[in-house]
């Protein structure tokens, strides 16, 4: 198989899981909605609110993945190291899967997918689920750093030109796509451990405020799996001779 064929390929099967994910989430979120694994007393039986932990992580973290899905995607047309190329299409393809059933949620919930009025990360601040939008423009649960801190899980700050913390810059995906070999291998390890560091803290934070259970699954998966990745690029790098940034 040619890599264009192999890159074709590898787009027909993310674009799949998508949506199959889309498919899940209709019948994950229609069986949370009827009252299953409810650990809230029944808090999850209606929509959540548009300002609502529930929403505003759906949103960020599709925004969110939706860059580690590039990222990968870019890394994979730039080395030949096929450990990094199967770490980047593990990647790419979890994170679309996810991002599909966060889209589908709020498609159910009938929200919007974008909200031109909430800065990211708003939702931290959010204590649970009400019909107003607690938090939102304000400054609860941000730290005095230019982070965001809820709950304990503190947030890193938010460089210039990243739309929320762990996310790369548009200078930095440029640079990605223009080097390769070994130096696009450890310059996208880099970029996806301070991604993973970034969505580890926000999934930790819906963990603890999102009031759908099965949402609340997921995130915590997202942290578990995230950790494990943290663990693998770090020997990575090393073997590299290279370290995480920061």
């Not at 990647?91 to 031109?116: E, F, H, S, Y």
């Not at 304000?138 to 929320?164: E, I, Q, R, S, V």
Request: hydrophobic share 40%; net charge negative.
């Amino acid at each position: 198989m040619t890599r264009a064929n192999g890159a074709h390929r590898t787009y027909w099967v993310s674009g799949a899981a998508v949506v199959l994910a889309v498919l899940f989430a209709v019948g994950a979120t229609v069986a949370t909605a009827s009252g299953g694994d409810d650990r809230d007393g029944g808090t999850s039986s209606r929509a959540p609110a548009l300002y609502s932990p529930d929403a505003g992580f759906a949103r960020d973290m599709s925004v969110h993945h939706q860059q580690a899905v590039e990222m990968s995607f870019i890394v994979r047309d730039r080395t030949e190291d096929e450990a990094v190329r199967s770490l980047a299409y593990d990647i790419a393809n979890t994170q679309a899967n996810q991002r599909g059933m966060m889209l589908g949620w709020l498609d159910l919930w009938g929200l919007p997918k974008v909200l031109a009025d909430e800065p990211p990360m708003s939702w931290m601040g959010t204590e649970g689920s009400g019909d107003g939008h607690d938090g939102h423009g304000g400054t609860a649960g941000h730290g005095t750093d230019g982070g965001h801190a809820m709950g304990g899980h503190a947030m890193g700050a938010t460089k210039p030109g990243a739309l929320m913390p762990g996310m790369a810059t548009k200078e930095e995906l440029t640079r990605l796509g223009a080097v390769e070999g070994r130096d696009a291998e450890v310059l996208y390890l880099q970029l996806m451990t301070d991604h993973h560091k970034g969505g580890v803290a926000m999934a930790r934070g819906c963990a603890a405020l999102c009031e759908t259970p099965a949402e609340r699954k997921l995130a915590e998966g997202m942290v578990e799996a995230q950790q494990s990745e943290l663990t693998l690029m770090a020997d990575m790098l090393k073997q590299r001779g290279a370290a995480p940034r920061g």
